[in-house]
């Protein structure tokens, strides 16, 4: 099971609450970016490509904690940039678990030894989880993330939060050229090293990436999710609902909702989601009340056309699933990926 009860209970609530109030748009996960900065210069990312002055700035506590508190998600996913680099990102993540959000610390794992050195500010919680960032095996990992030796870097905090009490799951993004073979082989590695859960998506292409060769596009990360969870092994755990899971093996047609994983940064609210940038606007209402919704998704905006990020369609999948159970319960009898 990917998802703890708790979080499943809190989660499954919330949505039916927002349903029953007959809400068609809400927030199921808040992308706190506090920071652009990192330590790393990943060639798919097209985050730390924001001009110096941009790169110095960071949220402030009281700014993360009103985000969190203006969205209303019950889930926040801090990212950046590596949120590490923060001053104060131990205040930011105990003042969100005080308010009973799910947190998921997304790093590249590089400065955590350092971070829980002496007298951690981080807790073990059930509702913290360190979201370690993996791209593959440790040559593909460390080319793609552009540092030797990253890899092993990343599975040794691994061992070290889990020792000591904490969740952990990962976040994987993949390429071209992956296959299942070297997917499986990760998988089976993080899995040894007890991770929750695993997080996996196809590569977005970023306007201002600076590898635009290197993507799946819809067909390829059908084809290659296809094969993973027509050939998973039990032991395999993800991070994500099965109606999801089958949509990106090319099984299910789901509408991309982007205001489900609204994004708040050092320049504000961004429109329409966290890939895309159209613009900043100040508060969180402005974002949903005055963007014009209709102009995203696949077939409204070519920049949409090979999406099949959970930040746009995780949300879908988690609604369809709690407006049709039978049909959930269906997959759940088949297994996403199979038809």
């Not at 005080?98 to 981080?122: A, D, H, I, Q």
């Not at 593909?140 to 993330?145: G, P, Q, S």
């Not at 040894?192 to 306007?207: D, H, I, K, W």
């Not at 993507?215 to 296809?226: A, I, M, Y």
Request: charged fraction near 20%; proline fraction near 6%.
């Amino acid at each position: 099971m990917g998802i703890p009860l708790l979080q499943q209970r809190r989660i499954g609530m919330y949505i039916a609450g927002q349903l029953l109030r007959g809400q068609s748009r809400f927030p199921l996960v808040l992308m706190l970016e506090p920071l652009f900065r990192c330590n790393l210069k990943c060639k798919g990312c097209g985050k730390i490509s924001q001009p110096p002055e941009i790169l110095a700035k960071h949220l402030s506590v009281q700014e993360c904690v009103d985000a969190a508190e203006e969205c209303g998600a019950p889930v926040v996913s801090i990212a950046g940039g590596e949120p590490l680099l923060h001053p104060d990102i131990e205040t930011i993540v105990e003042q969100l678990v005080e308010r009973k959000r799910f947190v998921y610390l997304c790093t590249n794992s590089l400065l955590l030894e350092k971070k829980m050195e002496g007298t951690p500010g981080f807790r073990p919680s059930p509702y913290l989880s360190f979201n370690i960032h993996f791209d593959g095996l440790a040559e593909r990992h460390d080319a793609a993330v552009c540092l030797e030796g990253a890899f092993e870097r990343a599975s040794k905090a691994i061992s070290m939060l889990v020792s000591a009490g904490f969740r952990v799951t990962t976040n994987t993004t993949f390429f071209k050229g992956q296959t299942f073979e070297d997917a499986a082989a990760l998988f089976d590695h993080l899995t040894s090293l007890g991770v929750e859960a695993m997080t996996v998506a196809a590569g977005f292409n970023y306007e201002n990436a600076a590898d635009q060769d290197n993507f799946l596009g819809r067909e390829g990360t059908r084809k290659l999710f296809r094969e993973i969870l027509q050939r998973k092994k039990p032991s395999w755990t993800f991070n994500h609902s099965a109606m999801y899971l089958d949509f990106l093996a090319g099984n299910q047609n789901l509408a991309c909702t982007p205001w489900g994983n609204p994004t708040r940064s050092v320049l504000g609210w961004q429109r329409p989601c966290y890939l895309l940038n159209d613009g900043y606007v100040s508060s969180y209402r402005e974002l949903m009340e005055d963007t014009d919704w209709s102009n995203y998704g696949q077939g409204n905006n070519p920049r949409c056309a090979h999406c099949m990020l959970h930040c746009g369609f995780e949300p879908s999948a988690v609604v369809e699933t709690m407006r049709k159970p039978w049909k959930a319960a269906m997959l759940a009898l088949r297994g996403p990926g199979r038809k």
